[in-house]
């Protein structure tokens, strides 16, 4: 192998390494968006929970 054909290798290799990164990080925010709208789920359930049980205590 020569020279100029490692060097093509490397940078073969470093745009593979770096779409692999790329990917990574794509699938960490698209946790971390899921996890937020979960979280806005979550605390929507809280909100009309809350809102039923003041409901039904204050017209008791």
Do not use: Q, T
């Not at 960490?28 to 359930?45: A, F, G, Q, T």
């Amino acid at each position: 192998m020569s020279i100029k054909n490692i060097f093509k290798k490397i940078e073969e290799l470093e745009k593979e390494i770096l779409g692999i990164k790329m990917a990574i990080l794509l699938k960490d925010k698209r946790n971390i968006i899921e996890k937020d709208e979960d979280d806005s789920i979550v605390d929507e359930v809280r909100k009309i929970r809350k809102e039923n049980w003041v409901k039904k205590y204050a017209s008791s």
